[in-house]
C-alpha cells in the first residue's frame, strides 16, 4: 500500500512538472511571437515611411522638373550669327518675338562683348561663350532656332540638344531651300525636337507668318 501511494505522488508530481514545463514553454512562445510582432510592426512601419519619403522625393523632383521647363516667355534665340545678312534676318526675328511680349537673349546683342574677349587665349574664349550660352539656354523658356542651310549651325544644333534635354519647348524656322536628306527637308534629329517649325523661302513673309502666329498663339 504505501509503494502504491509513494507511486501514485510520483505520478503525480511527474505530472505537475510536465504542466508547469508546458506553461512555461507556452509562455515563452507567446513572448517570442509578442516581441516579433513588435519587431514585425516596427519593419512595416520603415518600410511604409521609406516608402513615403521615396514618393515625397519623387514628387519634389517632378516639381523642380516643372520649374526647369517653365510657362514663361524668356526666349534663347540660336542659329548662325557670322555675316551681316544672318545678323539682320536674326534681328528681325528678335524683334517680332519682342512685339508680342517675349524676352529674348541673342548672342549677337546680348552676348559677351568683343572687347571682353580681347587678349585672352582659344581655351579661355571658349570657356567663357561656352558658360554664357548654356547658362542662358537653361534659364530661357523656350529656344526658337534658325534651322537655315546645307546642315544647321554647328553651335545652334547643340544649343538645341540641351534646351531639349532640359524640357524647353523648342521652335524652328528656315528659309533655305536646301534639303538635308532624300525626301526631308530637314534631319529628323533636328526636327523630331521642335513643336513646330515655320518655313517660307521668302525671309520678310516668314517674319510676317510668325508676327500673325503669335497674336492667335502661344510659343
Partial sequence: MYMKRTILRGSTLTRM??????????LSFTGCDAGGGAAGGAVSENV?????????????????????????????LAGPLFNQGEKEFN??????????????????????????LEGKTEDEM????????????????????????RAPDEGACVELGIAYASGKRCYGFKTDTRAVEAGMEINPMISGAMIKIFKNYDGDELVEEIKQYLSENEL
Fill in 126 to 149: 571658349t570657356k567663357m561663350i561656352f558658360s554664357l550660352d548654356e547658362g542662358e539656354v537653361k534659364k530661357a523658356d523656350i529656344i526658337f532656332m534658325n534651322i537655315d542651310g
Fill in 17 to 26: 512538472i510536465c504542466v508547469s514545463i508546458c506553461a512555461v514553454t507556452l
Fill in 91 to 116: 534681328l528681325k526675328i528678335t524683334h517680332a518675338l519682342e512685339e508680342c511680349g517675349y524676352e529674348v537673349f541673342l548672342p549677337q546683342r546680348d552676348g559677351i562683348e568683343a572687347a571682353l
Fill in 48 to 76: 511604409t515611411e521609406a516608402a513615403e519619403n521615396e514618393n515625397a522625393a519623387e514628387e519634389e523632383n517632378t516639381v523642380k522638373t516643372s520649374e526647369n521647363i517653365g510657362n514663361g516667355k524668356r526666349v534663347y
